[in-house]
Protein backbone atom coordinates (compact mmCIF):
# COMPACT_ATOMS: atom_id res chain seq x y z
CA UNK A 1 0.00 0.00 0.00
CA UNK A 2 1.10 3.29 -0.77
CA UNK A 3 3.59 4.80 2.19
CA UNK A 4 2.18 8.59 1.47
CA UNK A 5 -1.62 6.77 1.82
CA UNK A 6 -1.31 5.40 4.87
CA UNK A 7 0.36 8.62 6.15
CA UNK A 8 -2.47 10.86 5.48
CA UNK A 9 -4.51 8.10 6.60
CA UNK A 10 -2.86 8.32 10.24
CA UNK A 11 -3.35 12.28 9.97
CA UNK A 12 -6.99 11.99 8.82
CA UNK A 13 -7.06 9.61 12.43
CA UNK A 14 -5.48 11.83 14.64
CA UNK A 15 -7.26 14.81 13.35
CA UNK A 16 -10.74 13.22 13.97
CA UNK A 17 -9.65 12.24 17.17
CA UNK A 18 -8.86 16.01 17.83
CA UNK A 19 -12.31 17.36 16.98
CA UNK A 20 -13.64 14.12 18.92
CA UNK A 21 -11.33 15.55 22.17
CA UNK A 22 -12.48 18.88 21.67
CA UNK A 23 -16.14 18.28 21.43
CA UNK A 24 -15.82 16.52 24.77
CA UNK A 25 -13.69 18.74 25.98
CA UNK A 26 -15.93 21.85 25.03
CA UNK A 27 -18.87 21.18 27.49
CA UNK A 28 -20.32 23.42 29.90
CA UNK A 29 -19.26 21.80 32.95
CA UNK A 30 -15.58 21.79 32.34
CA UNK A 31 -15.60 25.56 30.70
CA UNK A 32 -17.55 26.60 34.27
CA UNK A 33 -15.38 25.16 36.35
CA UNK A 34 -12.29 27.38 33.98
CA UNK A 35 -14.32 30.16 33.04
CA UNK A 36 -16.69 31.21 35.22
CA UNK A 37 -15.08 30.05 38.92
CA UNK A 38 -18.23 32.11 40.79
CA UNK A 39 -20.60 31.63 38.64
CA UNK A 40 -22.63 29.27 35.90
CA UNK A 41 -23.32 29.83 32.37
CA UNK A 42 -25.78 31.87 30.84
CA UNK A 43 -28.85 29.64 29.38
CA UNK A 44 -28.75 30.47 25.81
CA UNK A 45 -24.72 30.38 26.31
CA UNK A 46 -24.97 26.54 27.35
CA UNK A 47 -27.54 25.54 24.12
CA UNK A 48 -24.84 27.17 21.70
CA UNK A 49 -21.69 24.90 23.49
CA UNK A 50 -24.02 21.82 23.20
CA UNK A 51 -24.86 22.56 19.42
CA UNK A 52 -20.79 23.42 19.08
CA UNK A 53 -20.28 19.59 21.41
CA UNK A 54 -22.20 17.98 18.96
CA UNK A 55 -20.87 19.44 15.98
CA UNK A 56 -17.16 18.55 16.71
CA UNK A 57 -17.88 14.85 17.65
CA UNK A 58 -19.86 14.79 14.26
CA UNK A 59 -17.50 15.89 11.98
CA UNK A 60 -14.55 14.21 13.91
CA UNK A 61 -16.50 10.83 13.94
CA UNK A 62 -17.18 11.66 10.14
CA UNK A 63 -13.42 11.96 9.01
CA UNK A 64 -12.36 8.69 11.29
CA UNK A 65 -15.29 6.79 9.33
CA UNK A 66 -14.58 8.34 5.80
CA UNK A 67 -10.66 8.30 6.19
CA UNK A 68 -10.01 6.08 3.50
CA UNK A 69 -12.15 8.42 1.16
CA UNK A 70 -10.47 11.07 -1.08
CA UNK A 71 -12.38 13.78 -0.55
CA UNK A 72 -12.01 13.43 3.04
CA UNK A 73 -8.40 14.65 2.84
CA UNK A 74 -9.06 18.03 1.10
CA UNK A 75 -11.90 18.71 3.53
CA UNK A 76 -9.73 17.88 6.49
CA UNK A 77 -7.18 20.42 4.61
CA UNK A 78 -9.97 23.17 3.89
CA UNK A 79 -11.28 22.61 7.97
CA UNK A 80 -7.54 23.18 9.00
CA UNK A 81 -7.12 26.18 6.82
CA UNK A 82 -10.41 27.79 8.06
CA UNK A 83 -8.97 27.25 11.37
CA UNK A 84 -5.80 28.55 11.39
CA UNK A 85 -7.72 32.25 9.54
CA UNK A 86 -9.89 32.24 12.43
CA UNK A 87 -7.09 31.79 14.80
CA UNK A 88 -5.28 34.55 13.10
CA UNK A 89 -8.03 36.86 12.41
CA UNK A 90 -8.84 36.27 16.34
CA UNK A 91 -5.02 37.32 17.47
CA UNK A 92 -5.41 40.01 14.94
CA UNK A 93 -8.54 41.99 16.26
CA UNK A 94 -8.24 41.26 20.10
CA UNK A 95 -4.40 43.01 19.67
CA UNK A 96 -5.13 45.91 17.37
CA UNK A 97 -8.57 46.21 16.78
CA UNK A 98 -10.75 45.25 19.84
CA UNK A 99 -14.49 44.73 19.45
CA UNK A 100 -16.53 47.03 21.93
CA UNK A 101 -20.07 45.23 23.01
CA UNK A 102 -23.49 48.05 22.46
CA UNK A 103 -24.74 48.80 26.40
CA UNK A 104 -22.78 49.02 29.93
CA UNK A 105 -19.39 47.32 29.90
CA UNK A 106 -20.02 46.96 33.52
CA UNK A 107 -22.57 46.66 35.82
CA UNK A 108 -23.29 50.42 36.91
CA UNK A 109 -26.66 49.34 38.68
CA UNK A 110 -27.91 47.68 41.65
CA UNK A 111 -30.84 46.93 43.78
CA UNK A 112 -32.86 49.87 46.18
CA UNK A 113 -35.78 48.97 48.24
CA UNK A 114 -37.09 52.36 47.78
CA UNK A 115 -36.25 53.68 43.87
CA UNK A 116 -36.08 50.03 42.40
CA UNK A 117 -32.31 50.30 41.54
CA UNK A 118 -29.61 53.15 41.76
CA UNK A 119 -26.53 53.97 40.41
CA UNK A 120 -23.90 52.37 42.18
CA UNK A 121 -21.56 54.21 44.29
CA UNK A 122 -18.08 54.68 43.19
CA UNK A 123 -18.65 52.87 40.17
CA UNK A 124 -16.71 53.14 36.88
CA UNK A 125 -17.55 51.41 33.89
CA UNK A 126 -17.81 52.24 29.78
CA UNK A 127 -20.91 53.28 27.90
CA UNK A 128 -20.94 51.87 24.65
CA UNK A 129 -23.30 52.39 20.91
CA UNK A 130 -21.39 50.58 17.75
CA UNK A 131 -20.37 53.27 15.91
CA UNK A 132 -21.33 56.08 17.42
CA UNK A 133 -19.32 56.63 21.06
CA UNK A 134 -17.81 55.28 24.09
CA UNK A 135 -18.33 57.00 27.18
CA UNK A 136 -16.81 56.30 30.53
CA UNK A 137 -19.21 56.44 32.96
CA UNK A 138 -17.52 57.31 36.81
CA UNK A 139 -20.09 57.35 39.47
CA UNK A 140 -20.18 59.93 42.72
CA UNK A 141 -19.58 58.35 46.23
CA UNK A 142 -23.62 59.29 46.32
CA UNK A 143 -24.24 57.41 43.41
CA UNK A 144 -25.05 60.10 41.34
CA UNK A 145 -22.75 60.29 37.81
CA UNK A 146 -21.59 63.97 38.76
CA UNK A 147 -18.71 65.27 40.97
CA UNK A 148 -18.74 64.87 44.40
CA UNK A 149 -20.64 67.95 46.29
CA UNK A 150 -21.00 68.59 49.81
CA UNK A 151 -24.75 68.47 51.54
CA UNK A 152 -24.15 72.51 52.54
CA UNK A 153 -24.18 74.89 49.67
CA UNK A 154 -21.06 77.18 49.27
CA UNK A 155 -22.24 80.92 51.23
CA UNK A 156 -23.62 82.82 47.92
CA UNK A 157 -23.70 80.23 45.68
CA UNK A 158 -27.06 78.93 44.29
CA UNK A 159 -27.68 75.01 43.38
CA UNK A 160 -29.81 73.05 40.84
CA UNK A 161 -31.11 69.73 41.11
CA UNK A 162 -32.04 67.68 37.73
CA UNK A 163 -34.07 64.90 37.96
CA UNK A 164 -34.56 62.46 34.74
CA UNK A 165 -33.97 59.25 33.26
CA UNK A 166 -30.95 58.34 30.88
CA UNK A 167 -31.99 62.14 29.09
CA UNK A 168 -30.64 63.06 32.49
CA UNK A 169 -27.43 61.20 32.83
CA UNK A 170 -26.31 61.89 29.40
CA UNK A 171 -24.66 58.58 29.33
CA UNK A 172 -23.86 59.49 25.62
CA UNK A 173 -21.30 62.04 25.80
CA UNK A 174 -18.19 62.84 28.68
CA UNK A 175 -18.98 64.21 32.29
CA UNK A 176 -18.36 67.48 30.38
CA UNK A 177 -20.52 67.65 27.20
CA UNK A 178 -23.90 66.59 29.76
CA UNK A 179 -26.10 69.77 29.49
CA UNK A 180 -25.87 69.57 33.31
CA UNK A 181 -22.39 70.25 33.44
CA UNK A 182 -22.30 72.69 30.47
CA UNK A 183 -24.81 74.71 32.35
CA UNK A 184 -22.98 74.29 35.56
CA UNK A 185 -19.99 75.61 33.92
CA UNK A 186 -20.41 77.96 30.89
CA UNK A 187 -24.27 79.34 31.28
CA UNK A 188 -25.13 79.97 34.74
CA UNK A 189 -22.60 81.45 37.17
CA UNK A 190 -22.70 81.01 41.19
CA UNK A 191 -24.63 77.58 40.28
CA UNK A 192 -23.83 74.46 40.97
CA UNK A 193 -26.36 71.95 38.65
CA UNK A 194 -26.12 68.30 40.39
CA UNK A 195 -27.32 65.42 38.10
CA UNK A 196 -29.44 62.93 39.85
CA UNK A 197 -30.60 61.42 36.40
CA UNK A 198 -30.32 57.19 36.65
CA UNK A 199 -31.56 55.47 33.47
CA UNK A 200 -34.74 53.74 33.40
CA UNK A 201 -35.90 56.10 36.15
CA UNK A 202 -39.93 56.98 36.04
CA UNK A 203 -41.61 60.27 37.33
CA UNK A 204 -42.56 58.26 40.39
CA UNK A 205 -38.75 57.45 41.05
CA UNK A 206 -38.20 61.21 40.20
CA UNK A 207 -39.97 62.13 42.88
CA UNK A 208 -38.57 59.60 45.46
CA UNK A 209 -35.74 60.73 43.64
CA UNK A 210 -36.64 64.16 45.31
CA UNK A 211 -37.58 63.36 48.46
CA UNK A 212 -35.01 60.90 49.27
CA UNK A 213 -31.97 62.79 48.42
CA UNK A 214 -31.93 65.63 45.98
CA UNK A 215 -33.78 67.40 48.82
CA UNK A 216 -30.30 67.11 51.23
CA UNK A 217 -28.23 69.22 48.87
CA UNK A 218 -31.03 72.13 49.73
CA UNK A 219 -31.41 73.04 46.19
CA UNK A 220 -32.81 76.41 44.76
CA UNK A 221 -34.47 75.05 42.02
CA UNK A 222 -35.42 71.89 40.50
CA UNK A 223 -35.86 70.60 37.19
CA UNK A 224 -37.69 67.58 36.30
CA UNK A 225 -36.74 66.04 32.64
CA UNK A 226 -39.91 63.96 31.38
CA UNK A 227 -39.34 62.59 28.31
CA UNK A 228 -42.36 61.99 26.99
CA UNK A 229 -41.48 58.41 24.88
CA UNK A 230 -41.56 56.27 27.79
CA UNK A 231 -41.89 58.19 31.20
CA UNK A 232 -45.74 57.68 30.41
CA UNK A 233 -45.17 53.71 30.15
CA UNK A 234 -43.12 54.11 33.32
CA UNK A 235 -45.96 55.56 35.29
CA UNK A 236 -48.43 52.96 34.09
CA UNK A 237 -45.74 50.35 34.89
CA UNK A 238 -46.30 48.62 31.58
CA UNK A 239 -42.48 47.67 31.87
CA UNK A 240 -39.93 47.10 34.47
CA UNK A 241 -35.87 47.77 33.48
CA UNK A 242 -32.77 45.87 33.11
CA UNK A 243 -32.03 42.23 34.96
CA UNK A 244 -35.08 41.96 36.83
CA UNK A 245 -35.57 45.28 38.40
CA UNK A 246 -39.05 46.41 39.86
CA UNK A 247 -40.44 49.87 40.09
CA UNK A 248 -42.11 51.72 42.75
CA UNK A 249 -45.84 52.44 41.85
CA UNK A 250 -47.83 55.35 41.93
CA UNK A 251 -51.53 55.31 42.35
CA UNK A 252 -54.32 57.59 43.18
CA UNK A 253 -56.65 56.94 46.46
CA UNK A 254 -60.77 57.16 46.44
CA UNK A 255 -60.00 61.13 48.33
CA UNK A 256 -57.80 61.82 44.55
CA UNK A 257 -54.67 62.09 46.82
CA UNK A 258 -51.31 60.22 45.16
CA UNK A 259 -50.17 57.21 47.52
CA UNK A 260 -46.54 55.58 46.08
CA UNK A 261 -46.98 51.51 46.51
CA UNK A 262 -44.78 48.55 46.18
CA UNK A 263 -42.27 49.97 48.74
CA UNK A 264 -39.90 48.41 49.78
CA UNK A 265 -39.55 47.28 46.03
CA UNK A 266 -39.86 43.29 45.51
CA UNK A 267 -36.99 41.57 44.19
CA UNK A 268 -37.72 39.49 40.70
CA UNK A 269 -36.93 35.95 40.98
CA UNK A 270 -34.25 36.60 38.01
CA UNK A 271 -32.47 39.10 40.13
CA UNK A 272 -32.55 37.11 42.97
CA UNK A 273 -30.66 34.27 40.66
CA UNK A 274 -28.36 36.44 39.49
CA UNK A 275 -27.01 37.73 42.88
CA UNK A 276 -26.66 33.56 44.03
CA UNK A 277 -23.27 32.43 44.57
CA UNK A 278 -23.90 30.81 41.10
CA UNK A 279 -23.51 34.12 39.55
CA UNK A 280 -24.35 33.65 35.42
CA UNK A 281 -21.24 34.79 33.57
CA UNK A 282 -20.49 35.20 29.93
CA UNK A 283 -17.66 33.25 28.10
CA UNK A 284 -14.82 34.48 26.37
CA UNK A 285 -16.58 35.76 22.93
CA UNK A 286 -15.42 36.31 19.24
CA UNK A 287 -13.74 39.83 18.92
CA UNK A 288 -13.60 38.59 14.98
CA UNK A 289 -17.13 37.23 14.59
CA UNK A 290 -18.32 40.58 16.20
CA UNK A 291 -16.49 42.53 13.72
CA UNK A 292 -18.46 40.54 10.72
CA UNK A 293 -21.66 40.69 12.67
CA UNK A 294 -21.75 44.50 13.45
CA UNK A 295 -20.06 45.22 9.79
CA UNK A 296 -23.00 43.19 8.46
CA UNK A 297 -25.71 45.01 10.68
CA UNK A 298 -23.76 48.71 9.87
CA UNK A 299 -23.94 48.26 6.13
CA UNK A 300 -27.44 46.94 6.01
CA UNK A 301 -29.35 49.22 8.16
CA UNK A 302 -31.19 52.30 7.72
CA UNK A 303 -29.91 55.33 9.18
CA UNK A 304 -33.31 56.14 10.16
CA UNK A 305 -34.79 52.99 11.19
CA UNK A 306 -36.70 53.20 14.63
CA UNK A 307 -35.95 49.04 15.12
CA UNK A 308 -38.44 49.03 17.50
CA UNK A 309 -42.26 49.55 18.03
CA UNK A 310 -42.69 53.06 17.67
CA UNK A 311 -44.29 54.15 21.17
CA UNK A 312 -45.57 57.33 19.09
CA UNK A 313 -48.51 54.36 17.85
CA UNK A 314 -50.44 55.10 21.64
CA UNK A 315 -48.90 58.26 22.62
CA UNK A 316 -49.95 60.29 19.94
CA UNK A 317 -53.56 58.42 19.22
CA UNK A 318 -56.32 61.82 19.45
CA UNK A 319 -58.44 59.13 20.58
CA UNK A 320 -56.84 58.16 24.11
CA UNK A 321 -57.49 55.02 25.40
CA UNK A 322 -58.14 54.44 29.23
CA UNK A 323 -54.62 53.78 29.95
CA UNK A 324 -53.59 56.80 28.53
CA UNK A 325 -55.69 58.62 29.90
CA UNK A 326 -54.67 57.61 34.04
CA UNK A 327 -50.92 57.94 32.44
CA UNK A 328 -51.73 61.36 31.62
CA UNK A 329 -53.46 61.79 35.54
CA UNK A 330 -50.96 60.27 37.32
CA UNK A 331 -48.61 62.44 35.59
CA UNK A 332 -50.17 65.26 36.54
CA UNK A 333 -50.61 64.25 40.32
CA UNK A 334 -46.93 63.32 40.52
CA UNK A 335 -45.82 67.11 38.47
CA UNK A 336 -48.24 68.58 41.31
CA UNK A 337 -46.84 67.01 44.42
CA UNK A 338 -43.11 67.10 43.28
CA UNK A 339 -44.02 71.31 43.43
CA UNK A 340 -45.51 70.89 46.21
CA UNK A 341 -42.53 69.72 48.00
CA UNK A 342 -40.07 72.13 46.53
CA UNK A 343 -42.73 74.91 47.90
CA UNK A 344 -42.70 73.27 50.97
CA UNK A 345 -38.80 73.28 51.14
CA UNK A 346 -37.83 76.82 49.68
CA UNK A 347 -37.29 75.96 46.41
CA UNK A 348 -38.57 76.86 42.65
CA UNK A 349 -39.67 73.89 40.49
CA UNK A 350 -39.96 73.38 36.87
CA UNK A 351 -40.70 71.00 33.97
CA UNK A 352 -38.34 70.01 31.33
CA UNK A 353 -40.41 68.00 28.27
CA UNK A 354 -37.63 66.12 26.54
CA UNK A 355 -39.23 65.01 22.76
CA UNK A 356 -38.76 61.58 21.15
CA UNK A 357 -36.35 61.71 18.12
CA UNK A 358 -39.47 61.23 15.86
CA UNK A 359 -41.06 64.43 17.22
CA UNK A 360 -37.62 66.32 16.39
CA UNK A 361 -37.15 64.64 12.77
CA UNK A 362 -40.63 64.07 11.96
CA UNK A 363 -40.01 64.89 8.20
CA UNK A 364 -38.45 61.91 7.66
CA UNK A 365 -39.84 59.35 11.04
CA UNK A 366 -43.12 60.16 11.02
CA UNK A 367 -43.93 59.82 7.19
CA UNK A 368 -42.32 56.33 7.32
CA UNK A 369 -43.95 54.87 10.71
CA UNK A 370 -47.53 56.60 8.86
CA UNK A 371 -46.60 54.23 5.74
CA UNK A 372 -45.19 51.37 7.81
CA UNK A 373 -48.28 50.59 10.19
CA UNK A 374 -50.73 51.76 7.33
CA UNK A 375 -52.07 54.57 9.80
CA UNK A 376 -54.56 57.31 9.36
CA UNK A 377 -52.52 60.68 10.05
CA UNK A 378 -55.60 62.25 10.83
CA UNK A 379 -56.08 59.97 13.85
CA UNK A 380 -52.71 61.41 15.33
CA UNK A 381 -51.46 64.28 16.71
CA UNK A 382 -47.93 63.54 16.78
CA UNK A 383 -47.62 66.36 19.73
CA UNK A 384 -50.01 65.16 21.76
CA UNK A 385 -48.17 64.30 24.85
CA UNK A 386 -46.03 67.41 24.92
CA UNK A 387 -49.38 69.51 24.71
CA UNK A 388 -50.79 67.27 27.97
CA UNK A 389 -47.93 68.13 29.89
CA UNK A 390 -47.85 71.75 29.21
CA UNK A 391 -51.29 72.54 30.00
CA UNK A 392 -50.84 70.25 33.20
CA UNK A 393 -47.87 72.67 34.32
CA UNK A 394 -49.65 75.96 32.76
CA UNK A 395 -52.80 75.01 34.48
CA UNK A 396 -51.12 73.92 37.98
CA UNK A 397 -48.59 77.14 37.13
CA UNK A 398 -45.47 75.39 37.23
CA UNK A 399 -43.06 76.87 34.90
CA UNK A 400 -42.16 74.53 31.60
CA UNK A 401 -40.28 74.40 28.46
CA UNK A 402 -40.76 71.87 25.72
CA UNK A 403 -37.56 71.55 24.18
CA UNK A 404 -38.84 70.20 21.10
CA UNK A 405 -38.89 73.55 19.13
CA UNK A 406 -34.82 74.19 19.95
CA UNK A 407 -33.58 70.46 18.80
CA UNK A 408 -35.95 71.08 15.86
CA UNK A 409 -34.12 74.40 14.90
CA UNK A 410 -30.69 73.00 15.32
CA UNK A 411 -31.42 70.08 13.27
CA UNK A 412 -32.90 72.52 10.29
CA UNK A 413 -29.65 74.45 10.84
CA UNK A 414 -27.61 71.49 10.01
CA UNK A 415 -26.68 70.29 13.25
CA UNK A 416 -28.26 66.88 13.97
CA UNK A 417 -29.03 66.65 17.79
CA UNK A 418 -29.59 62.75 18.08
CA UNK A 419 -27.83 59.77 17.71
CA UNK A 420 -29.55 58.04 15.17
CA UNK A 421 -29.17 54.57 16.48
CA UNK A 422 -28.80 55.36 20.49
CA UNK A 423 -31.45 57.72 19.73
CA UNK A 424 -30.88 60.15 23.02
CA UNK A 425 -28.89 63.56 22.44
CA UNK A 426 -25.37 63.91 21.24
CA UNK A 427 -22.97 67.04 22.34
CA UNK A 428 -25.10 69.26 19.84
CA UNK A 429 -28.32 67.76 21.26
CA UNK A 430 -27.07 68.84 25.04
CA UNK A 431 -25.79 72.28 24.34
CA UNK A 432 -28.92 72.85 23.05
CA UNK A 433 -30.68 71.50 25.72
CA UNK A 434 -28.42 73.33 28.33
CA UNK A 435 -28.91 77.02 26.27
CA UNK A 436 -32.31 76.46 26.01
CA UNK A 437 -32.81 75.27 29.73
CA UNK A 438 -30.32 78.56 31.18
CA UNK A 439 -32.46 81.29 29.01
CA UNK A 440 -35.68 80.11 30.51
CA UNK A 441 -34.32 80.05 33.65
CA UNK A 442 -33.23 83.54 33.35
CA UNK A 443 -36.41 84.75 31.13
CA UNK A 444 -38.53 83.45 34.33
CA UNK A 445 -36.38 84.22 37.66
CA UNK A 446 -36.41 80.80 38.42
CA UNK A 447 -33.09 81.64 40.31
Known sequence: MDRTYLTGEKVL??????????????NEWLLTKWLCLNGDIEYR???SIRIVEIILIAIGTGIIVFRKKGLTMNMAILLITLLILFVGAEIFFRSF????KTGVSDNLFDYDSILGWQLIPNKTGYFVSKHEFKTKIM????????REYPYAKTPGEKRIAVLGDSFTSSFGVPDAEAFAKVMEAKLISNTEVINFGVNGYGPTQELLMLQTRAIK???DLVIMVVYVGNDFDDILGISDWIDGYRRPKATIDDQGQLRITNIPVPLSK???????????CNLPRSHFIDFIDQSIRYIRRDKYDIGFMPSELRLCKKNTGSDMKEAFRLMGKIIMEADAYC???GASFMVAIAPTIVQVYDQIYWEKIIKRYNLNSKDYDLYLPNRVLDDICRKAGIPVIDLTKALKSSVDEG??????????????????????LTRFIVIKKLL
Open 217 to 219: YSP
Open 415 to 436: RDTYYFQNQHWNKTGEQVVAET
Open 13 to 26: LVFGAFLIMMGIIC
Open 45 to 47: VKV
Open 97 to 100: LPQE
Open 343 to 345: KKN
Open 270 to 280: KYLAMKQAHKV
Open 139 to 146: INSSGMRD
